[in-house]
């Protein structure tokens, strides 16, 4: 079993010490000892690493709770879904250049999918790795946004067995510099249902190896 996964194996351990079951979702188990990481080939990482220096607009705390007010593009659902980082953070890039950066902020926060879903979500549920980190990465307010299911990224991650996901998720929160949210209190969360991302994960079916 990686290292990594011990270790949330322990928090949730003590979130839920009378369901182990729950703790499946969230643990591979390996041949190895060593800790497991998200297998992406040397060039796309070097991409990434390369739109992580790049600066975008940095919300305001408010953000995070701004009201949804117009449906995304087309083009950039699909950026998302498809994992098309490079585009995605293209054209905002293009938008901060020549609009501004509240069109920038407009997009991340306040144009979703019709279900609610933001470009997190999107990506969550879709596997997008690329898109996930640079989203986190820039704009970690979108962490715990839900939609109007009240479902956060983990929700959906959880919900279709996404484990790379679920560990993209989980990372950026543990190496928030600002602390701005626990890892325990992340795990909580619950959507209208009272569901939490672990009890979506056992409600649904941990998918098998």
């Not at 969230?26 to 790049?54: C, G, T």
């Not at 705390?61 to 995605?88: C, H, M, R, W």
């Not at 509240?102 to 997008?128: C, M, Q, T, Y």
Request: aromatic share 8%.
């Amino acid at each position: 079993m990686g290292n990594g996964f011990l270790v949330l194996v322990s928090v949730v351990s003590a979130l839920d010490e009378q369901k182990p079951e729950i703790l499946y979702i969230f643990v591979k188990y390996q041949s190895s000892n060593q800790a497991r990481k998200i297998d992406m080939p040397r060039p796309v990482h070097e991409e990434l690493e390369r739109w992580k220096a790049v600066k975008f607009p940095v919300p305001i705390a408010d953000y995070g709770f701004s009201e949804p007010n117009k449906i995304l593009q087309k083009e950039v659902y699909t950026y998302a879904k498809e994992d098309n980082f490079n585009a995605l953070f293209g054209l905002l890039s293009d938008k901060r250049d020549r609009v501004s950066s509240e069109e920038v902020l407009d997009i991340i926060f306040k144009h979703v999918a019709a279900s609610g879903n933001s470009l997190l979500h999107v990506a969550a549920s879709h596997g997008s790795e690329g898109v996930i980190q640079l989203l986190c990465h820039h704009f970690p307010l979108l962490i715990t946004r839900k939609n109007f299911l009240g479902d956060n990224a983990l929700h959906l991650a959880a919900r279709a067995g996404r484990f790379d996901t679920i560990q993209n998720l989980v990372e950026h929160v543990k190496i928030d510099p600002h602390k701005t949210l626990e890892l325990a209190s992340f795990l909580r969360m619950k959507n209208n249902k009272g569901n939490t991302p672990l009890h979506d994960a056992v409600i649904n079916g941990c998918p098998s190896e």
